[in-house]
């Protein structure tokens, strides 16, 4: 989701200003960020990482995982190894070997990103656990999260840490601050139905007025975050999702609000089967990322049927913009293909798994399919075990529950039961 992947100028903006969150933006996940002088020992792409590394990379290493590639351990080592001491991730750490201190700028994206990466790729157990904790001791009041510590809550930022939750097999009500829940939160970004536009829609965040002013991105966000999916999702159940009418008034369930957000998504790319950019002093164009992020979202409401046109629209139209945006952007249509049932080795003629795997360095093979859906049904059973059995559960309902104050949370028994790539 592109609020999520800034721009570099929006992020400079965050850094110099020390301010809790970014405005909303619709951008390419690193188009305009130029060449590394020295891309990193394992890192996905040539483009400079200072404000997506651990995003891209996170992507790149999902998007593998969903089509049987085992990424390379010097990549996922890369990834481990721009972790801080509390758990956290900035978007990239150039120096890891110095400590991260006050001025590191870590953040929940980059954090639950990771945190969902390292979990599909196996035994990195200690990493997560401590992503997760970091995640829950910066939960605001309102049960959401910006995409700073401290920082107002945000749609897209609240959405990908329920993903990161759901991903490792928490449920999201259960991880609470005050009383209120990730969920509480999400739904007060969502438009009501008596708006006068954007009705069912996501806000970013209010404006400075308090008003929620309908933003697709954000919209995108929200529907995965309201069906409590990460960024990878399975189709839905065909239910009518994006050709319903808003319903749940003014106070949806959250069921009801992923089902207002996919109409509103619907109707966005009805005529021309892709969003367009926002980009302040920019002229409107086609956005890509979002239209892919949209793909997702309408297929795990309501089945790759729901997405059809804009998955259509990307195959014809998106090879060539993947091609020179890099790991993130192959990422993204990679996820949109296995959110509807696609292959992403043909898609409009395109084999995107070889082109993103050409972006890092080289995968350690393929898993054959028994392999693969061993491993998939070894992860629901792990998740099973956290809450059930888990040695490591102990210190977590002691240490965690007492310290953080914020239920129970999730519990990781299987740090050791997978094998490190």
Not at 207 to 225: F, R
């Amino acid at each position: 989701m592109n609020v999520r992947r800034r721009s570099a100028a929006a992020l400079a903006a965050i850094a110099v200003l020390g301010a809790a969150a970014a405005p909303a933006v619709a951008a390419d996940p690193s188009p305009s960020a130029s060449a590394s002088k020295s891309t990193p020992a394992g890192l996905y792409g040539t483009a400079d990482p200072q404000y997506d590394g651990v995003w891209r990379q996170s992507l790149a290493m999902l998007a593998q995982d969903t089509v049987g590639v085992i990424p390379s351990a010097t990549a996922v080592r890369w990834l481990t190894g721009q972790q801080c001491d509390n758990g956290a991730f900035a978007a990239y750490r150039a120096d890891t070997a110095k400590p991260c201190d006050a001025k590191t700028m870590v953040d929940t994206n980059s954090t639950a990103a990771a945190v969902q990466a390292l979990w599909a790729v196996g035994g990195h157990g200690d990493a997560v656990e401590d992503a997760l904790a970091w995640l829950k001791t910066v939960q605001n009041k309102d049960g959401g999260w910006g995409y700073t510590p401290g920082g107002p809550s945000d749609a897209n930022s609240t959405s990908v840490v329920i993903g990161a939750l759901t991903a490792t097999g928490t449920k999201p009500e259960s991880v609470t601050k005050d009383g209120r829940t990730p969920y509480d939160a999400l739904l007060t970004f969502a438009l009501p139905c008596s708006a006068d536009k954007g009705a069912g829609a996501f806000a970013y965040q209010p404006d400075k007025d308090g008003k929620l002013l309908a933003n697709d991105d954000a919209t995108a966000a929200g529907v995965l975050g309201a069906l409590g999916k990460g960024l990878v999702a399975e189709p839905g159940k065909a239910a009518g999702g994006g050709d319903a009418a808003c319903a749940g008034g003014d106070k949806p369930t959250r069921e009801q609000a992923a089902a207002n957000g996919a109409a509103h998504l619907t109707q966005a790319v009805a005529k021309d089967g892709h969003l367009m950019s926002a980009l302040a002093g920019a002229d409107p164009q086609p956005d890509y990322g979002n239209t892919a992020d949209a793909v997702v979202a309408l297929a795990a409401q309501g089945g790759a049927d729901s997405a059809a046109k804009p998955l259509a629209w990307l195959e014809k139209n998106a090879t060539a913009w993947a091609a020179q945006n890099g790991p993130a952007a192959y990422a993204q249509l990679i996820l949109a293909a296995h959110a509807t049932g696609t292959d992403p080795r043909a898609f409009g003629g395109a084999d995107l798994v070889t082109q993103l795997n050409a972006t890092g360095p080289t995968p350690q093979g393929v898993k054959d399919t028994a392999t693969a859906s061993d491993e998939k049904d070894g992860k629901k059973d792990e998740a099973k075990d956290d809450k059930d059995d888990s040695p490591f559960g102990v210190w977590w309902f002691v240490g965690v529950c007492l310290v953080f104050g914020i239920g129970i949370g999730f519990v990781l028994s299987g740090r050791n039961r997978k094998q490190q790539p």
